[in-house]
């Protein structure tokens, strides 16, 4: 098998993962990298309408343990049920922003998330592997 065949295999929702970054480089090519993370996630939202893509808005997800208050984790999007999308707007990602990103995917069992900065001159979406989950 190709080298990138193999890594092909491994990559999650190839598809649907692909699709939604060219997205987010519509989106960035769009608005520049001088917006909100709210202008982004409105940008966003329109491009997932038009292209017929499934998604939730900053819908809170369910309790994880016994005592945990509501509306603890909210992400910015869910994808067809299946990706979890975290809209940023800052100079750097730092440590905080994929500890939070990990407890979205652990929190709703979720398998990939994505964290994209706005602010950067390139964008370079960072996919989050939740390692808990074995199969899809």
Same mark, same amino acid.
């Given at each position: 098998?190709?080298?990138?065949?193999?890594?092909?295999?491994?990559?999650?929702?190839?598809?649907?993962?692909?699709?939604?970054?060219?997205?987010?480089? #519509?989106?960035?090519?769009?608005?520049?990298? $001088?917006?909100?993370? &709210?202008? /982004?996630?409105?940008?966003?939202?329109?491009? %997932?309408?038009?292209?017929?893509?499934?998604?939730?808005?900053?819908?809170?997800?369910?309790?994880?343990?016994?005592?945990?208050?509501?509306?603890?984790?909210?992400?910015?999007?869910?994808?067809?049920?299946?990706?979890?999308?975290?809209?940023?707007? #800052?100079?750097?990602?730092?440590?905080?922003? $994929?500890?939070?990103? &990990?407890? /979205?995917?652990?929190?709703?069992?979720?398998? %990939?998330?994505?964290?994209?900065?706005?602010?950067?001159?390139?964008?370079?979406?960072?996919?989050?592997?939740?390692?808990?989950?074995?199969?899809?």
């Amino acid at each position: 098998m190709h080298a990138n065949a193999a890594n092909m295999n491994k990559v999650i929702y190839p598809e649907l993962s692909y699709q939604v970054t060219g997205l987010l480089f #519509k989106v960035h090519n769009e608005l520049g990298r $001088y917006r909100n993370e &709210k202008q /982004y996630a409105d940008c966003l939202e329109e491009v %997932l309408k038009e292209n017929k893509i499934f998604y939730k808005r900053e819908k809170a997800l369910k309790r994880s343990f016994t005592g945990e208050k509501n509306n603890r984790n909210i992400p910015d999007f869910i994808i067809e049920d299946k990706i979890i999308i975290d809209a940023k707007a #800052k100079r750097l990602i730092t440590k905080d922003d $994929y500890f939070q990103m &990990k407890r /979205y995917l652990v929190s709703c069992g979720k398998k %990939l998330g994505i964290i994209v900065n706005f602010r950067q001159k390139y964008l370079t979406p960072r996919r989050v592997i939740n390692s808990e989950i074995k199969n899809l």
